[in-house]
């Protein structure tokens, strides 16, 4: 019950009011907006919240600065320096990192990131569906988020059988001024060792665009000899290139919401450990033009992969059928696939339509009975007797895992 005041008037359970601080660098803005929905959604859900964003406004705005200087009760930021955590920390400002980088030798603070392995992982199976059987990795090997990645998709390949090629090009170790050109010269250098028809995965977006360019530079057509993959989903990057950039989505709204509510805890007095770190996995990659149409070693095999890949979303595809579509005879295409991808044309059949399966368990909460009337199974125990046969896993373990279990 809410007390009474000298005045006669009720006086409310007053909650203490917040600010609270929120800093992205220039270069992740065009993913990192995605951030706000999750974070709003919390804040606006019955807490006292004043929240300040460092946005410039063409001077329209007093400008906010977001520094060591800065004061408030709360930071959600983006990467931060040793001297700004050292002054936090002694303000007793509350700081959530979401960011997997930290200062080496500073303070550190709880995160709240995208999973950067399945990051890699989700890049590895899509690359795989391509029929390829040579893959590498664009890497920064000074950044933790690369490295991350990195071990979630060379793991995920080694699971099948496949080496992954690692380019190292240390961007983040270049001064500004030569960044670009040194990036470009290196590039180049390393790209030219790529055995075509490859697979490549970028750290992220931007080093995707840079990836593009060099191959074009060196004469590699981009997707038929090297589909590229890079993370992110920035709006920007990835619809302005030529062709159009497939992208692990980041999961924007999700980090958001859980970041706010862990800085929430903290304001209000929860210890939470500096090493906590909680990890969210993307929901899905947005297939686009730069990991399309691959050109196999065999075009026989190319024109059959391509045939499975245009009808695997909505029904199953007989072998006859792809004989028809490949024009050749059962016994040919089985030795050109067998020769080309060390496996039969049933088993790629299968495999590509199990990850279809996989990608509408993990990235919708659709029942069984919905998935299978979408992808034309005859009924939910059709598809869970494929499921099982293929995965070895039921779907509503592999659903439960999160899809982290060894798939195709």
Known sequence: ???????????????????????????????????????????????????????????????????????????????????????????????????????????????????????????????????????????????????????????????????????????????????????????????????TPAGLFAKDDISAVCAMQALATLGLRCPEDVPLVGVADDAIYCHLTRPALSSVRFPGRSIGSQAMQLLISMMNGELVSDDTRIRIPPSQLAVRESSGLVELPDEVVTKAMRFIRATAQERGVSVDELCRAAGVSRELLRQRFQHTLGRTPKEEIDRQRAQVVCNFLRQTKWTIDRIAAHLGFGAADELCRFFKRTMEITPGEYRRSGGSTRSQ
Do not use: C
């Open 1 to 195: 019950m809410p007390g009474i005041g000298k005045s006669g008037v009720a006086i409310r359970d007053l909650k203490k009011r917040y600010r609270v601080g929120i800093r992205l660098l220039d270069w992740s803005q065009g993913f990192g907006y995605r951030l706000f929905p999750g974070i709003l959604e919390v804040a606006r859900s019955g807490h006292d919240l004043d929240l300040v964003f460092e946005q410039p406004s063409g001077g329209d705005i007093a400008p906010i600065r977001i520094d060591e200087d800065w004061e408030g009760d709360g930071l959600l930021v983006y990467r931060y320096t040793a001297k700004e955590a050292k002054s936090w920390l002694k303000r007793g400002i509350k700081v959530v990192n979401l960011s997997a980088e930290q200062p080496a030798n500073g303070p550190h603070f709880p995160r709240v990131t995208l999973d950067n392995e399945a990051a890699g992982v989700m890049a590895a199976r899509h690359l795989m569906t391509l029929g390829l059987r040579r893959f590498a990795f664009w890497h920064d090997p000074h950044r933790r988020y690369s490295m991350e990645r990195l071990d979630g998709y060379r793991r995920e390949l080694k699971r099948e059988g496949f080496e992954t090629q690692v380019f190292e090009i240390p961007s983040s170790h270049y001064a500004d001024h030569e960044r670009a050109k040194r990036n470009e010269m290196l590039a180049w250098k390393l790209l030219a060792k790529l055995e």
